[in-house]
């Protein structure tokens, strides 16, 4: 490969990620506008949400619109923020990536105030040279009415969703965890 050649792709692996930390941000502040043209907009036309509860699970960006649609019928304000984005473009296929995006989330489900830790293990694709996400699972170290917040985290039901107290969905049932705690806990 020329040096040219090299330095060109280099480029745009750095441009990708960028367009892709925007298009994770994006989504955070169409969540929060309760935007749906823009939400939407940052879906592939034949994209999947999912969820290890099974709680929001949708496949299509017109499902996904109206999961998002009657998620927003019962919440109110919110306030997500993005943290840490892992990006991996893919070597082989430069239009194909995947992420791990850190987040926290302030809502109002039926109007209790609460708060929400999560992660999002993100498949991306660019179309047409536009980054959308293409595969976006969602994942929860706890989502409790603020209230709750105090005693949440030691609480193996730490996870508020249709009035029922859920497991959360890590950090207890990943590998790495089990492993430390079967070897290393007295």
């Excluded at 926290?104 to 999002?120: C, L």
């Amino acid at each position: 490969m020329s040096e040219l050649k090299e330095i060109l792709l280099r480029i745009d692996r750095l441009e990708s990620k960028e367009a892709i930390r925007s298009l994770c941000t994006d989504y955070a502040v169409a969540c929060d506008l309760h935007d749906m043209p823009r939400l939407v907009d940052l879906f592939t036309e034949d994209a999947q949400f999912g969820s290890p509860n099974g709680k929001m699970v949708s496949n299509g960006r017109v499902a996904i619109r109206e999961m998002f649609i009657n998620t927003f019928q019962i919440r109110g304000p919110a306030y997500h923020w993005t943290h840490d984005v892992q990006i991996t473009i893919d070597a082989n296929h430069p239009d194909l990536a995947t992420g791990l995006v850190h987040s926290h989330a302030e809502t109002t489900p039926n109007g209790v105030v609460s708060i929400a830790a999560m992660k999002y293990h993100d498949q991306y694709r660019r179309e047409a040279g536009v980054w959308r996400i293409a595969v976006r699972e969602i994942t929860f170290l706890y989502y409790v009415p603020f209230t709750e917040y105090g005693n949440a985290l030691n609480q193996e039901r730490r996870v508020l969703m249709g009035g029922e107290l859920i497991p959360a969905d890590y950090p207890e049932k990943l590998p790495a965890w089990q492993e430390y705690e079967r070897l290393y806990r007295k």
